[in-house]
């Protein structure tokens, strides 16, 4: 029977939150929106939306090298869709929907305020953002974005360190969930290493938005306990996780302390190597 396979695909929280998103959405949408719908990491919206299109919830369409899923036209599968829409209530978000604060409250909270903010900047700018940058024909560098809870310590070691390594190939910036001030341990450190930040401001994600940026990585170099609550840069942009701990959370001495940070900063700047000898070498192949 149908209505069983329905409920069971649907008894999970995920599934359930992308079902009715694209019930409330009317059009086609990919992993990539989604996840920033959900405020989900893709591969957890992927595995939903192939679930729900084995139960014969979804349908797919391919445009171009993305992928859109959207609700089926059977009226059985319609009428779930409102029943999703009215019983499965979300309240209104509490923070901004542009990766600025966190939902709190119940699971899908925030789902509808994102969907509204996901389809409005669709509409705003319909050209996939696989090549930033040139939008303007100034800079068509690759961009690379670093995102933590705070942007006073872990994505800034990245960011100078990117620059550093890397010259001119790269534009990078760093940017956090809620901007505190520079760790002064990390300024100490970054100072030995020839590069001053003394001078330099902390940033929100929510103001990059608004600036109407846009990157090729945003790279979350968040602790693993933390990650959840990192900002969620709008776009299909390549994600990719650098879990490190938090200096925040470093004690001892202020010695003991900065030695902590030291080494937290050997780790990054071995881990952005990594990354820049990545980048040569896909430029050779």
Same mark, same amino acid.
């Not at 029977?1 to 069971?8: A, F, G, I, S």
């Not at 968040?222 to 925040?248: H, I, K, Q, T, Y």
């Given at each position: ?23 409330? %959405? /009317?059009?086609?949408?990919? *992993? $990539? ?6 405020? +989900?990491?893709?591969?957890? !919206? ?119 390594? %890397? /010259?001119?190939?790269?534009? *990078? $910036? ?6 505190? +001030?520079?760790?002064?341990? !990390? ?99």
């Amino acid at each position: 029977m149908k209505t069983v396979e329905y409920l069971k695909a649907l008894a999970d929280e995920t599934r359930l939150r992308t079902f009715r998103a694209l019930a409330e %959405a /009317g059009v086609g949408l990919c *992993v $990539a929106e989604m996840a920033d719908i959900l405020r +989900k990491p893709q591969y957890a !919206v992927s595995r939903s939306f192939i679930e729900l299109r084995k139960a014969g919830l979804l349908a797919e369409e391919r445009q171009g090298k993305f992928v859109y899923y959207a609700v089926v036209s059977d009226s059985a599968v319609q009428t779930l869709g409102i029943w999703a829409l009215q019983n499965c209530r979300c309240g209104e978000a509490i923070r901004n929907p542009d990766g600025s604060g966190s939902p709190g409250g119940e699971p899908c909270q925030y789902d509808s305020e994102r969907l509204r903010w996901r389809l409005a900047l669709r509409e705003k700018d319909k050209t996939p953002i696989t090549r930033p940058g040139e939008k303007d024909g100034l800079d068509s560098r690759p961009r690379v974005l670093f995102v933590c809870i705070h942007n006073s310590a872990r994505s800034q070691l990245a960011e100078e360190y990117l620059r550093q390594l %890397a /010259g001119e190939r790269f534009v *990078v $910036a760093s940017a956090g969930l809620t901007p505190g +001030k520079l760790n002064p341990h !990390v300024v100490a450190v970054l100072q030995e290493d020839g590069i001053d930040i003394s001078g330099k401001k902390t940033q929100a994600v929510a103001d990059l938005f608004r600036r109407g940026e846009t990157y090729h990585w945003v790279v979350t170099v968040c602790s693993r306990e933390a990650e959840e609550n990192c900002p969620v840069f709008p776009g299909p942009v390549r994600r990719l996780s650098w879990p490190f701990p938090d200096p925040a959370g470093f004690t001892g001495s202020s010695d003991q302390v900065r030695a902590q940070v030291e080494d937290l900063a050997r780790q990054i700047k071995a881990r952005v190597q990594q990354f820049v000898a990545q980048q040569k070498e896909k430029e050779i192949l």
